[in-house]
């Protein structure tokens, strides 16, 4: 069993930065990939960001690409996601999620099995 922590939202003006950070435990973290996704009301949750287990490879949905970036601390057990130039549709709830293996694509939720309980991030305009 994989336990996530996620911390670092909170409310930003518009064109500001936020760091979020995701804390894991219960399962060697450099054998999990990792990803950020996001649920704004009324809408689906979707894929935001993802790397894999060495950091090697990352990939970043379209419309956060130049702005945020995933990274990871395998010797801290956490991964990050820098937010800048944030924008108020970027408004959302974010998710931490960690995946033993893709057996698909790294954007598709149902590839990962555990998930945090997620981080509110409020951008106003």
């Known amino acids: 069993q994989v336990q996530l922590a996620e911390a670092g939202g909170g409310l930003v003006q518009a064109g500001g930065s936020l760091r979020l950070s995701c804390a894991a435990s219960?399962?060697?973290?450099?054998?999990?990939?990792m990803g950020w996704f996001r649920q704004a009301p009324g809408k689906e949750r979707e894929f935001v960001a993802a790397?894999?287990?060495?950091?090697?490879?990352?990939d970043h949905t379209d419309s956060v690409k130049g702005r945020f970036t995933i990274s990871r601390d395998n010797a801290k057990n956490t991964v990050y996601l820098q937010m800048n130039s944030l924008k108020p549709e970027d408004t959302a709830v974010y998710y931490c999620?960690?995946?033993?293996?893709?057996?698909?694509?790294?954007?598709?939720?149902?590839?990962?099995?555990?998930w945090g309980q997620g981080t509110q991030v409020t951008v106003s305009s």
């Open positions: 999620a960690a995946a033993p293996y893709y057996r698909g694509s790294s954007y598709d939720a149902r590839e990962y099995e555990y």
């Open positions: 219960g399962r060697p973290f450099s054998t999990l990939a």
């Open positions: 790397i894999s287990w060495s950091g090697g490879r990352t």
